[in-house]
């Protein structure tokens, strides 16, 4: 397999698909022997400038922020705690939760956005793929 078709092989199925499958598969260990056939069209898009906020080490990062407040310490820790611990109890159900209960949060989030994340330094982020597959599962073979 070329590189070209690793990538399209990689994008055949989406996200949404590979989880709604993990649900229904038991934990285990499976012999995979199998050939399918892809087709379709793949559009890799350009690399883009992006502020790398994802890379930012959540951890070291709160940590060092401890570590330089001093006396306020404690009192960050225990307000991280309280609002970490509301964001768990959302369960998974995005940003927007957050803010539709805290709806005070947004000009904040903008301020970070202007003040804070747009000072940091950009790094690129490989383009977007779209790939818009048919798999054909091959007959079995009878013997």
Known sequence: M???ETLALANAVTDKQCKMVRAEV???QYTIDMMIHISGIMTVGADYPTTPT???PLIETIALLLKRMGFQRDKAMELLREIM???IELKG???GALIA??????STIEQIKTELLSQ???ANRKGPVKFQA???EPEPILT
């Open 2 to 4: 070329n590189n070209i």
């Open 26 to 28: 038991e934990p285990g």
């Open 54 to 56: 994802v890379s930012i």
């Open 85 to 87: 611990t509301e964001a």
């Open 93 to 95: 159900k995005g940003k």
């Open 101 to 106: 209960i805290f709806p005070e949060l947004e």
């Open 120 to 122: 940091l330094p950009e």
């Open 134 to 136: 048919t798999i054909v």
